[in-house]
């Protein structure tokens, strides 16, 4: 069983920036890919940025410039800097670890943290 755990949601003024964690535990392999998703009210949950084992990374193209996606693969961690928060960016944020092939795909998420930016 793979367990999720993040850290590091709150209150922010316009401008500021938040610090995300996910602690994932439990039986994980090791070639695998670390995200971060959100969920806006009445919105679809959307990807973020994800970063695999090989520590390439990509971003939406809404926090390009302004979220930095890393990893600390031997302690499973995965963080998101977010600098220059927007209200837009106001969401539950949710961490995602998945591995497998597109015909067997294993997929774990967190129990999400809330990002509140205010204007």
């Known amino acids: 069983q793979v367990q999720l755990v993040e850290s590091g949601g709150g209150l922010v003024q316009a401008g500021g920036s938040l610090r995300l964690s996910c602690a994932a535990s439990?039986?994980?392999?090791?070639?695998?890919?670390m995200g971060w998703y959100r969920q806006a009210p009445g919105k679809e949950r959307e990807l973020v940025a994800h970063i695999p084992s090989g520590d390439s990374t990509a971003y939406a193209d809404s926090v390009k410039g302004r979220f930095t996606i890393s990893r600390d693969s031997p302690k499973n961690m995965v963080y998101l800097q977010m600098n220059n928060l927007k209200p837009e960016d106001k969401a539950v944020y949710y961490c995602?670890?998945?591995?497998?092939?597109?015909?067997?795909?294993?997929?774990?998420w967190g129990q999400g943290t809330q990002v509140t930016v205010s204007s």
């Open positions: 995602n670890l998945n591995w497998g092939t597109i015909h067997c795909r294993y997929d774990y």
């Open positions: 439990g039986s994980i392999f090791s070639i695998n890919v």
